[in-house]
């Protein structure tokens, strides 16, 4: 028997009859067509279905839809401000070539959101841990911290855009002075290197 | 990648909540932050005919500290909220620090560290910790309440002490003495994302420079998280001293059971578990130290 939910996505509210089985990420691309929210793993592993509930980022997919029955949800879709304007964030992916297929990008622009919202100017680690749980196959990262990094400045500046203090500069430049980041060493392991030489104390 | 075909129950009470389950008997199960149990039934690895979610319950969400300074963690405490608790990060930080290095952060906005406790798997992260405080469980069944050593909780990968019909409400841990410090290692291939492959906690209480209590417990070496009070006895009643930790750790070590699976070999388990024994151990004589000062 379908439930009666209602879910106020990106500011307006959807009075809803849905399955009690169906998860988030499938109301919104199926029920609502909202399908910049993508499913990769459907497992909460990859983090491309991110979208944002009652202010913190959740995987879609293993967010039950009568659970955000009331809850608000920010998706990718609201992210822009409007019309053809693309959030500071997003602008700064196009700019710094942070996307290759795409797929992984909505829900890193989600997440970079919430960071952003938590901590408007995060260090290169902070920008790592705060997409942790996304998962790009095709750039390597250095780009998306960068782009990340590069929307953080504009953000801060009020700008709102690369209109600022960024005009003429590429997304690249907005990272200057960071340099590239060893991949081996980060998301990286929760502790060093298991040394059997080191001592103890 | 859909579920299958289940009825989802939200009930607004504790009572409610086991009632439906004692009902639906094997049929039943009960779900907090769903990060486990979703991707389990998605799996086929657990289909019931009815899941009993327990957001809605009022209060079970509440980070507690009674008169005593004793902490509670309510059943659908989120990872998040006790990562970001300020006064758990200030008197038990290595609390804090297992639940900020479990998954994600989207997971963590949703899984539960008594979620985390009831899925009893053997590398949990937040288990370690709260075993080595002496943490208890609140056991809600439909006619009875009671409580349980954590000890006595966990009973192989994926089985508990609980029965049918029963609800973990909260996980309880006694305060610390002034002088104590925790701390938990862990080691994973893939960072935070992955599940741990190996991981140690250690809990260091000093009095007059003497290590007056000590406890060690391990992760992801074992059936279940690990107690080894042969380690922390090498330390017991002794002055803090490097080659007792080292030890402390050989113990340890010994003390495990580890199997090979795709995280590492059974070898690199023994081998890095007791690495990140010494760690923990040294960390948690730091802390100890540090906060005896504080103290006197």
């Not at chain 2, 439909?142 to 954590?150: F, G, I, K, M, V």
């Not at chain 2, 006895?233 to 080659?243: H, S």
């Not at chain 2, 340890?252 to 070999?265: F, K, N």
């Amino acid at each position: 028997m379908k439930v009666p939910i209602s879910l106020t996505v990106n500011g307006d509210t959807y009075d809803l009859a849905v399955d009690p089985w169906r998860t988030l990420a499938e109301v919104l691309r199926e029920d609502l067509g909202l399908t910049g929210t993508k499913v990769g793993c459907g497992h909460g592993d990859c983090g491309a279905c991110t979208v944002i509930l009652d202010g913190r980022p959740v995987v879609s997919c293993l967010t039950m839809a009568m659970d955000a029955n009331g809850r608000q949800v920010l998706t990718v879709e609201g992210l822009a401000p409007a019309g053809d304007e693309l959030h500071p964030i997003q602008k700064a992916f196009v700019e710094g070539a942070a996307i290759q297929c795409g797929f992984c990008t909505p829900g890193m622009e989600m997440s970079a959101y919430a960071l952003l919202q938590a901590n408007p100017q995060p260090s290169e680690e902070e920008i790592r841990r705060g997409l942790s749980g996304n998962l790009c196959r095709c750039t390597g990262y250095n780009k998306i911290i960068e782009a990340v990094n590069t929307a953080a400045g504009w953000m801060v500046e009020g700008a709102g855009g690369p209109g600022g203090r960024g005009t003429g500069s590429s997304a690249g430049e907005g990272a200057g002075g960071r340099g590239a980041v060893p991949l081996g060493n980060a998301p990286g392991c929760k502790d060093g290197p298991a040394d059997a030489g080191e001592g103890g104390a | 990648m859909m579920l299958p075909h289940i009825e989802y129950l939200l009930p607004e009470t504790l009572e409610e909540a086991c009632r439906l389950l004692a009902e639906a008997g094997d049929g039943g199960v009960v779900m907090a932050g769903g990060t486990d149990l979703l991707v389990k039934m998605k799996a086929g690895g657990v289909v019931p005919r009815l899941v009993v979610a327990l957001g809605r319950v009022p209060g079970l969400d509440r980070i507690a500290f009674s008169e005593q300074g004793d902490v509670s963690i309510g059943a659908t405490t989120r990872l998040a909220d006790v990562a970001g608790n300020e006064r758990i990060a200030y008197e038990l930080p290595a609390v804090a620090e297992a639940a900020a290095d479990t998954a994600t952060p989207q997971i963590r906005n949703m899984g539960t560290v008594v979620g985390n406790l009831c899925n009893a798997a053997p590398s949990a992260d937040n288990a370690p910790c709260l075993l080595a405080l002496e943490g208890s469980v609140s056991i809600q069944g439909p006619s009875s309440l009671r409580e349980l050593p954590l000890a006595e909780f966990f009973k192989g990968p994926g089985l508990t002490a609980l029965s049918c019909g029963e609800i973990v409400t909260r996980v309880v841990v006694p305060k610390v003495g002034r002088a104590s410090g925790l701390s938990y290692r862990s080691l994973s291939a893939r960072g935070r994302v992955d599940i741990a492959a190996a991981g140690a906690a250690a809990l260091v209480e000093l009095a007059d420079g003497v290590c007056c209590k000590v406890r060690v417990v391990l992760g992801g070496v074992a059936p279940v998280p690990l107690p080894v009070p042969e380690a922390a006895q090498v330390l017991e009643g002794t002055e803090p001293a490097a080659d007792r930790i080292v030890a402390a750790a050989a113990r340890a070590a010994a003390a495990c059971t580890p199997i090979s699976d795709v995280r590492a070999s059974a070898e690199y388990r023994r081998h890095v578990v007791e690495v990140l024994t010494r760690r923990a151990l040294a960390q948690a004589l730091e802390r100890a130290q540090a906060n005896a000062g504080r103290a006197s």
